[in-house]
């Protein structure tokens, strides 16, 4: 087994399904994942220890993703000089408040932070900083983005047909 060189954590197991996605994309591009749940405010000390021994164990990347008052991913960015991106979850208040919690760092700390439950593009931010420095994972994201392309111009062909068929 290939060591892990992204990690994506959660604040709560009960945040899993939500960052599967993330997890997920990785996988398929090939990218060996290590996947966790370490609270900021219940598990402090691990989550913590986690962050400050991570560049150390490898890692290049960390994903953080946590609903509500959600600050797993500052202070793990606190703790860590990594790249780390920030996934706010809809668990209460349509996800305002974990996106605000997430996204309002101070200057000098920086969480690059995607959309709410946005862990798939979390995970292709992470391949993308890590396909700089290795051409097949490059490769990889570009097959990937040429799929994307391709389901929205078949999507539109579809919608066209439709629509000109809606005016005969
Ligand atoms: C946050 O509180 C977690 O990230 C989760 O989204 C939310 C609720 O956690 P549980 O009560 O389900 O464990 O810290």
Known sequence: MPSPLVAVLMGSSSDLAA????ADVLAELGVPVEVRALS?????EQAIEFARSAAKNGFK???CGAGGAAHLAGVVAAHALLPVIGVPLARS???????????????GIPVATVAIDGALNAGLLAATILALGDPLLATRLRARREETTGKV???DDEVREKGSRLLD
């Open 40 to 44: 900021a405010h219940r598990s402090p």
């Open 93 to 107: 208040l349509g996800g305002l408040d974990a996106l605000y919690s997430t996204v309002q760092m101070p200057p």
């Open 19 to 22: 960052m599967q996605p993330a």
């Open 61 to 63: 990347v960390l994903i």
């Open 153 to 155: 111009l078949a999507s």
